[in-house]
C-alpha cells in the first residue's frame, strides 16, 4: 500500500516535471516566470530595508539603556560615598 502511494507520487511528480519543461522550452511561461522572479527580488529588498530599519534600532535601544544603566551605576556610587567613574552630571549629558 505505501509503496504504490510512493510510486504514484513519484510517477506523478514526472510526469508535472515534464510537462513544466515542455511549456518552458515552448516559452510560454518565461514571460510569466521572469515577472515572478522580478517580484521575488522587490520583496527581497524591502525585507532587507525592513531588517537595517529594525537592526538600527535595536542598536539605539541598546545605547540608551547602555547610558541608563551608567547612569544608576553613577547614582548608587554617589548614594554610598564612591568616587564614581562617571560623575551624574557626565551622565545626564549623555541622555
Avoid: F, H
Amino acid at each position: 500500500m505505501a509503496n504504490s502511494k510512493l510510486i504514484w507520487a513519484l510517477l506523478g511528480g514526472v510526469v508535472i516535471g515534464a510537462v513544466g519543461a515542455t511549456t518552458l522550452k515552448r516559452g510560454k511561461l518565461k514571460p510569466g516566470m521572469t515577472r515572478l522572479m522580478s517580484y521575488g527580488y522587490d520583496l527581497k529588498d524591502c525585507l532587507v530595508e525592513e531588517c537595517e530599519t529594525l537592526k538600527e534600532n535595536v542598536e539605539d535601544m541598546a545605547a540608551e539603556a547602555k547610558e541608563q544603566a551608567e547612569l544608576r551605576k553613577a547614582r548608587k556610587n554617589s548614594e554610598q560615598g564612591l568616587t564614581p567613574e562617571v560623575t551624574i552630571e557626565a551622565a545626564e549629558k549623555a541622555l
